[in-house]
């Protein structure tokens, strides 16, 4: 009988894609993949450290799948098994730690912790770390879309954040091998890839070339599939970009931009490399360009010294702006980072009402969006079908949730479909 691999991924679309080639590593030694939660030989935890609740979170997900497997080997990998490996190997049950430089050797490993009575730690200083493990996400039978890894690390040094503590210095996928992953990808019958990284704008090859070479090398590609870019710094957002984006059959009319507050005084003690009038002027300048863009935005709310007159201040930066939806966090103390000894820290229960207040906005926007595209022909990528509602859950190009109603098989690939109608959190299509 074939041993049992089971995977639960936390945080960002990065861990999932490494998650997918550890997975493959698993089943090149014959493993086979079985869903977390069910009877498993080998659980494998890929942890995020971003927020305090996803340590928490981590934490409960060990005991989950020891709950039904209570024999299994347990490795965990990931930025937090980076920055607290010591922490995680005192949970009960965890057999090994695996930190970001040994993440890919877990399958190999896997005689090292097996069988031993007491966990294992396979963690090394990443200040010097110049290598770079490519991987991308693998969904399954739909094949709709794969997450390319071309940036890891990031020589940043925002005062909140743990990222350059957990993944090191910033280091890129070779330029050439970025083809050929594009090659594999069209080869496989994806129909849409999302190029990915810790700080995809400053994408550096070894051989020098920046983000904007491998954009123009995928629009002269002209692939089989569309390609959208994930979260990108708003300093490393350029005109031409802007302007390949408006005019390209590949690349989708959708930009995430980090934000993080609407206060310059705030992005000054976030060592933020942009103030509010550089932000808005690459906001403006794509909603000029492309007016059915989607733009999303990250917002962080409060960090030490955010007044509610700073925090006014990112309100009415944000009212003014043309954007799609948010992703708020809350901020929380992290370890070794300087925003933990400035002052003014803001009350949690201050923070939680923040959120919600901009978590509100954003539901508002997301239905705008959604509702200005009523009327419209989209392309539309379906993902999964859902029974109760009898049909086809995917999105657009320009990221609208749809529901395309119908009780048929249809081709797993694009589909041109007409916008009908707006429901609480998507779009109908008949």
Not at 85 to 104: L, M, N, Q, R, Y
Not at 142 to 164: A, E, H, N
Not at 230 to 243: A, H, M
Not at 399 to 424: C, D, F, M, N, W
């Amino acid at each position: 009988m074939h041993k049992r691999v089971a995977f639960h991924t936390l945080g960002c679309k990065l861990n999932y894609s490494e998650t997918s080639t550890i997975q493959r590593q698993f089943e090149d030694l014959g493993y086979r993949v079985v869903p977390f939660g069910e009877e498993t030989d080998v659980i494998v935890v890929n942890t995020c450290t971003v927020t305090e609740n996803a340590d928490t979170e981590c934490r409960k997900i060990i005991r989950r799948g020891l709950t039904t497997s209570p024999q299994a080997a347990v490795a965990v990998t990931g930025c937090y098994a980076q920055l607290q490996p010591e922490e995680i190997a005192s949970i009960d049950g965890v057999s090994a730690v695996f930190g970001t430089a040994e993440k890919f050797s877990i399958a190999d490993r896997l005689g090292d912790f097996l069988e031993t009575p007491s966990p294992k730690i396979f963690v090394t200083d990443l200040d010097d770390a110049t290598a770079f493990t490519g991987s991308r996400t693998s969904d399954g039978d739909t094949r709709t879309r794969s997450f390319v890894k071309l940036q890891d690390g990031c020589d940043y040094s925002c005062t909140f954040c743990t990222i350059p503590l957990a993944r090191g210095p910033a280091r890129a996928m070779p330029f050439d091998s970025v083809q050929r992953e594009l090659e594999n990808i069209a080869r496989e019958g994806y129909h849409e890839a999302v190029l990915s990284g810790v700080n995809l704008g400053e994408y550096r090859a070894p051989s020098g070339e920046r983000f904007i070479d491998v954009v123009r090398m995928i629009e002269a590609m002209q692939p089989p599939f569309r390609v959208r870019i994930s979260s990108i710094e708003p300093n490393t957002v350029s005109d031409e970009l802007i302007d390949i984006v408006a005019g390209s059959k590949i690349f989708v009319p959708h930009f995430h931009l980090p934000l993080q507050s609407g206060s310059a005084e705030i992005l000054k003690k976030m060592k933020r490399r942009y103030n509010p009038e550089m932000y808005q002027r690459v906001v403006q300048r794509i909603n000029t360009t492309i007016p059915d863009a989607a733009i999303g935005i990250d917002v962080i709310v409060g960090f030490p010294g955010e007044t509610e007159a700073a925090f006014e201040e990112t309100v009415a930066f944000l009212t003014q702006l043309p954007w799609s939806y948010l992703h708020v966090f809350t901020y929380s103390e992290r370890a070794d980072t300087p925003a933990l000894d400035h002052p003014g820290v803001v009350p949690k229960n201050v923070r939680r009402a923040r959120t919600h207040r901009l978590r509100a906005l954003s539901d508002v926007r997301r239905r705008e969006h959604y509702a200005r595209n009523i009327g419209t022909t989209r392309i539309f990528l379906p993902e999964h079908y859902d029974h109760d509602l009898g049909g086809w859950f995917g999105w657009t190009e320009n990221y609208v949730r749809v529901l395309h109603k119908t009780h048929q098989l249809i081709k797993l690939g694009p589909h041109a479909l007409e916008l009908r109608s707006l429901e609480h959190d998507h779009v109908l299509s008949y």
